[in-house]
C-alpha cells in the first residue's frame, strides 16, 4: 500500500491508549438494498423515498450497496482496514415485519451470518437496534408519538438479543432520536414527513421512554458481561456573541437539542426551562410516573456522533420562516448562522474544536460515562481518475483534525474509548438520496464496484500504527 497523509506536519505523533476502538459505521436502510427479500416489509423510509419530491432524485434504499449480497466483501475490506470494530445497525423490518409478534428468521440469518464474518476476521460487531428504519405498520398505528412504540421496541430488542446475543458483546438501542423525532416530525424532512411540534416532543419522550425499556430488555437476554448503549448526535451549540439574548437563544437550542435526551437518560429528569419553552405546544402530561426512572437504566457508554457546530443568535424582528422548524419552543427566537471556514459537499463547515468542545464538556457533566465516537466523517464529491484510483484529500485532512480533537480531549482527562469513521461505504444520504458520498470506500452504484478511497489507505495506517503520524 503507498503512505498517504494529506495533512501539514505538526511535529508530534500522536498515539491514542492501548485498547483503543477503530471502527467504521453504517446503517441498514443506506447499504443494505433487498429491501424486499426474504420476508422484509416496508419501512418509514421505503414509504417516503417512494413518494415523490421527497428525496433528491427520486433515489430510494431498494438496492443501496447492495451489501446484503455483498456483505462478504465488505467484511473483507473491513478486514484490511484493520478496524477492531464495525457498528451496524438491524432493520427492525428485516426481523419483525409487521413489529409485532415473532421474529422472521430469514432476517436474523442474514444478521447472524453478518456477526459471524466479523468474528471471523476479527473485528468486534456493534449492534445499533434503531437507525430510522420503522415498520411502516407501527407508523400506521401511529409512529414514534404512540406510546404503545416504545412498548414495540423494547419487544424487538430482546427478540434481536435473543437470537444474537451469543456473540455479540455490544449493543447501541438508538442512532441520533434527535434526527428520529425532529426531523421525521417536526420538520418533516425525513421519513415519516410529518410537521407536527407537538408530536414530535411526545417522539422524543417515547425514544427516551423505549430506549430504557429497551436497556432492560437488553439486560434481560443478554450475559452479563455484553455492553450496552445509546448514540446521540449532540450539538455544538455556540452563541454568537455573549449578549443574553444570543445566550439565551443558544441555551434554547442546548435544551431541546442536547438536554432532551441528556436529562432524562442521564439523570432521569425534563430539563425545566424545555417544559418551560414548548408550554404553548405541550403540558407534557405524556410522561407518565416511571417513565424516566426507565430511562436512566445505566448504560456501559455514551455514542457521540459529531460532524460540525451550530452557531445561533436571537432571531430578528420580522416575519415567522415558512419552512417547518425542526426545534419546537425555539421558532421566531433563534437564528442560525454560518459558522466561517471550509465546508463540505454537506455544505456543513469544517470545525474540529465543537468536537473537543463536545467531549470535554461530557467529561465534566457525566462523569464516570466512558465515550466512544460512534460516527465522524465528511462528504466530499469524489470521483474516480482515469486510472480508477479516488483521490479525497479533503477527507484525510478533516478525519486527521477530528482525530486530533479526539486526542487533545483524551490528553485533557476525557475518557473517549473509541473512534468509528462515517461511513464504510458511500450510501444512501437519506434526503439526498446517493447525491453525498460519505464512504472512505467508493462505491459505483451502477455496477456495485468498491473502490478504497485515499483516506481507507490513510484510515488503515492509523490503525496499524495507533494514531496520527507526525
Ligand atoms: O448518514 C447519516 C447517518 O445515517 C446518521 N448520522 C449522520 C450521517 C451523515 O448525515
Known amino acids: 500500500m503507498t503512505s498517504v497523509d494529506a495533512s501539514p506536519a505538526t511535529g508530534t505523533a500522536l498515539r491514542f491508549p492501548p485498547g483503543f476502538r477503530w471502527g467504521t459505521a453504517t446503517a441498514a436502510y443506506?447499504?443494505?438494498g433487498a429491501a424486499a427479500l426474504d420476508g422484509r416489509t416496508p419501512s418509514i423510509w421505503d414509504t417516503f423515498s417512494h413518494t415523490p419530491g421527497k428525496v433528491l432524485g427520486g433515489d430510494t434504499g431498494d438496492t443501496a450497496a447492495d451489501h446484503y449480497h455483498r456483505m462478504a466483501e465488505d467484511v473483507g475490506l473491513m478486514k484490511r482496514l484493520g478496524v477492531s470494530d464495525y457498528r451496524f445497525s438491524v432493520a427492525w423490518p428485516r426481523?419483525?415485519?409487521t413489529g409485532r409478534g415473532p421474529a422472521v428468521q430469514r432476517g436474523l440469518d442474514f444478521y447472524r451470518r453478518l456477526v459471524d464474518a466479523l468474528l471471523e476476521a476479527g473485528i468486534r460487531p456493534v449492534a445499533t437496534l434503531y437507525h430510522w428504519d420503522l415498520p411502516q405498520e407501527l407508523e400506521d398505528s401511529g409512529g414514534w408519538p404512540c406510546r404503545d412504540t416504545a412498548e414495540r421496541f423494547a419487544e424487538y430488542a430482546g427478540l434481536v438479543a435473543g437470537a444474537l446475543g451469543?456473540?455479540?458483546?455490544?449493543?447501541?438501542t438508538f442512532n441520533e432520536p434527535w434526527c428520529a423525532a425532529f426531523l421525521g416530525y417536526a420538520s418533516g424532512v425525513h421519513a415519516p414527513g410529518r410537521t407536527e411540534p407537538e408530536a414530535a416532543l411526545r417522539a422524543a419522550h417515547h425514544f427516551n421512554l423505549a430506549h430504557g425499556l429497551g436497556v432492560r430488555a437488553l439486560r434481560a437476554a443478554l450475559p452479563r458481561s455484553a455492553e450496552v448503549s445509546l448514540t446521540l448526535n449532540l450539538h455544538a451549540v455556540r452563541s454568537l456573541t455573549d449578549s443574553a439574548a444570543d445566550r439565551d437563544a443558544a441555551r434554547r437550542i442546548d435544551a431541546v437539542g442536547n438536554r432532551i435526551f441528556l436529562d432524562p437518560v442521564?439523570?432521569?429528569?425534563?430539563p425545566r426551562d424545555l417544559v418551560r419553552d414548548t408550554a404553548a405546544l405541550t403540558d407534557w402530561s405524556f410522561v407518565r410516573d416511571g417513565d424516566l426512572a426507565a430511562a436512566s437504566e445505566p448504560i456501559d457508554w455514551l455514542g457521540l456522533n459529531y460532524?460540525?457546530?451550530t452557531v445561533v443568535a436571537a432571531a430578528e424582528p420580522g416575519p415567522p420562516g415558512t419552512e417547518a422548524s425542526p426545534?419546537?419552543?425555539?421558532?421566531g427566537r433563534v437564528r442560525f448562522l454560518p459558522a466561517p471556514g471550509p465546508r463540505t459537499a454537506m455544505d456543513w463547515p469544517v470545525d474540529a474544536d465543537g468536537l473537543y468542545e463536545l467531549l470535554t464538556r461530557l467529561r465534566d457533566e457525566l462523569p464516570g460515562v466512558p465515550l466512544l465516537i460512534?460516527?465522524?466523517g465528511a462528504a466530499y464529491a469524489d470521483c474516480p481518475d482515469a486510472r480508477g484510483a479516488v483521490h479525497d484529500p479533503e477527507r484525510i485532512a478533516y478525519l486527521r483534525g477530528h482525530l486530533a480533537s479526539v486526542h487533545r480531549a483524551i490528553e485533557d482527562g476525557t475518557d473517549v474509548r473509541g473512534y468509528f469513521v462515517w461511513s464504510l461505504l458511500d450510501?444512501?444520504?437519506?434526503?439526498?438520496?446517493?447525491?453525498?458520498?460519505f464512504g472512505i470506500v467508493h462505491v459505483d452504484f451502477a455496477t456495485q464496484r468498491r473502490t478504497p478511497k485515499d483516506s481507507a489507505r490513510w484510515y488503515a495506517e492509523v490503525i496499524a500504527r495507533g494514531g496520527l503520524a507526525p
Open 30 to 32: 443506506q447499504i443494505e
Open 95 to 97: 426481523v419483525q415485519p
Open 166 to 172: 451469543d456473540r455479540v458483546a455490544s449493543w447501541t
Open 266 to 270: 442521564f439523570h432521569g429528569r425534563l
Open 307 to 309: 460532524y460540525s457546530p
Open 327 to 331: 426545534w419546537p419552543g425555539a421558532e
Open 374 to 376: 460512534t460516527e465522524n
Open 427 to 437: 450510501n444512501f444520504e437519506w434526503a439526498y438520496g446517493y447525491s453525498k458520498r
